[in-house]
């Protein structure tokens, strides 16, 4: 069975495995550290809502308005409407975030 590395010497060969193993740990730095920066943003975003009810509420709601219109794009699109005309209800608040 051929292999790139078939052409390779020893010595180049274990060059290739110690880059491939440095790679491997700082991927595995990087997605250990994204992890405590994605657990602390819900802590943070727990302990806003705990502390504002009046937010959350209307998080919840806008979360509610999100789904009906994107079910209501996907309905359209069943009935043949090859351009849903929906804009992200997050979309008006903060233009820019995403979504359609």
Excluded at 13 to 27: D, G, K, V
Excluded at 76 to 87: E, I
């Amino acid at each position: 069975m051929y292999s790139d590395y078939d052409d390779l010497n020893f010595e180049e060969r274990l060059q290739l495995t110690e880059s491939e193993i440095r790679r491997r740990h700082q991927q595995r730095m990087f997605l250990r550290r994204n992890a405590q920066l994605l657990q602390q943003e819900l802590e943070l975003e727990a302990e806003l809502l705990e502390e504002n009810p009046e937010l959350a509420q209307v998080i919840h709601s806008l979360n509610m308005q999100e789904i009906q219109s994107q079910q209501q794009g996907l309905f359209g699109v069943m009935q043949g409407d090859s351009n849903p005309k929906g804009q992200s209800v997050w979309n008006k608040f903060f233009p820019g975030l995403g979504g359609n």
